[in-house]
């Protein structure tokens, strides 16, 4: 028998009870939208990926985000803003992203002394042709463990499956892992 696996080191074996003290977060990422499911729960979710920020002193205020801040466009001195919207790269404006991801993290794994940071699933959807250079890999890895995440696991490819979520076993030769 492999002592890893009794032991548990490999955190994607850990034993169903330690489920409930830690999450998964598996996020679609496009320029207009971000979708995906929140494990263990099985909790599916979707939002455009966008700030409403007021400017004060020179330095932007969250006021909302996803379709709460699109409810306050147009209004005065309210600026909508997207961080994932560049005709070249999913990530057009760093800090941005990073704010919209961890208010999305936020909202979804609420932060809790017996909970553990969750792992986070990130699958771009758009703009890979060629592939993801190491600056974009690195800048997305990056970006998750700025939001909040205790691990990253970044995949182009197919849709994973939420067993292959809860297990951690990616499919052979349906995509690519990515490592920065």
Partial sequence: MDLRNL???DSWKRPPMF???SSTLY?????????GVALPAGEVFGEPPLLALRYEDGKPRVLASGEAAQQLQGQEGVEIVNGFDHPRSLLANFSFAEMTLKLLVGRLVPRSLLKAAPVLILHPQELLEG???QVEVRGLYELCRGAGARKVRLWTGRELTQDELRSGQFPAGAGTEWFP
């Fill in 131 to 133: 592939g993801l250079t």
């Fill in 19 to 21: 489920d409930h003290f």
């Fill in 27 to 35: 996020l679609k990422l496009s320029r207009q939208w971000i979708s």
């Fill in 7 to 9: 032991l548990c080191i």
